[in-house]
Antibody, heavy 118, light 110 residues
Framework: EVQLVESGGGLVQPGGSLRLSCAAS????????MHWVRQTPGKGLVWLSR????????KYADSVRGRFTISRDNADNTLYLQVNSLRAEDSAVYIC???????????WGQGTLVTVSS | QSALTQPASVSGSPGQSITISCTGT?????????VSWYQQYPGKAPKLIIS???NRPSGVPDRFSGSKSGNTASLTLSGLQAEDEAHYYC??????????FGGGTKLTVL
């Protein structure tokens, strides 16, 4: 089955860090551009970061540049998002998505919840 | 990058047509034909329903259609059905080679 499954979320104190994972199955991650998006419960979608298929081009939203790092392990077919210096406003469901059509996200995971609180 | 602007809510009766607008700038919607739309039910992952302004992925009913004029994209749903009640999000490629989403629109089928 073609799917994306995120993990790694949890409760973290302000200033803390987490590494979020997105395991892909049914397709090869490195064949696609991959994205991270977040969604606050009851709110909208916010684009965070993307990595192109060969890993040579990475982009971040202004709100997370310098604090978040996207990466990929081809052997494990897994996408990562290292999130550092977390703030209360970073509390959200973090979702990975595949860009299967130009600039359109055709496969989404269910997300992993990050809560930043003391 | 500021979020694209969508109405917070729209509503319509079964069988009617509704249109959801999505307004951006020349740096996103107006500059590229890379507007996509997503449908999201509560507690579920978003689903791609329109790509590249007006293309429907396989399996998406032709009741869903997309268009663009200048800096504004639109999603039209014709022949509204109860199952169409959901949140809808627009998204555009930008000059910074990033994506930007709209704030989302809640569609209520009366």
């Amino acid at each position: 089955e073609v799917q994306l499954v995120e993990s790694g979320g949890g409760l973290v104190q302000p200033g803390g860090s987490l590494r979020l994972s997105c395991a892909a199955s049914g397709f090869t991650l490195s064949d696609y551009w991959m994205h991270w998006v977040r969604q606050t419960p009851g709110k909208g979608l916010v684009w965070l970061s993307r990595m192109d298929s060969d890993g040579s081009s990475i982009k971040y939203a202004d709100s997370v540049r310098g604090r978040f790092t996207i990466s990929r392990d081809n052997a494990d077919n897994t996408l990562y998002l290292q999130v550092n210096s977390l703030r209360a406003e970073d509390s959200a469901v973090y979702i990975c998505a595949r860009e299967g059509i130009v600039s359109a996200l055709d496969l989404w995971g269910q997300g992993t919840l990050v809560t930043v609180s003391s | 990058q500021s979020a694209l602007t969508q109405p917070a809510s729209v509503s319509g009766s079964p069988g009617q047509s509704i249109t959801i607008s999505c307004t951006g700038t020349s740096s996103d919607i107006g500059g590229y034909n890379y507007v996509s739309w997503y449908q999201q039910y509560p507690g579920k992952a978003p689903k791609l329903i329109i790509s590249e302004v007006s293309n429907r992925p396989s399996g998406v009913p032709d009741r869903f259609s997309g268009s663009k004029s200048g800096n504004t994209a639109s999603l039209t749903l014709s022949g509204l059905q109860a199952e169409d009640e959901a949140h809808y999000y627009c998204c555009s490629y930008t000059t910074m080679s990033t994506l930007v989403f709209g704030g989302g629109t809640k569609l209520t089928v009366l």
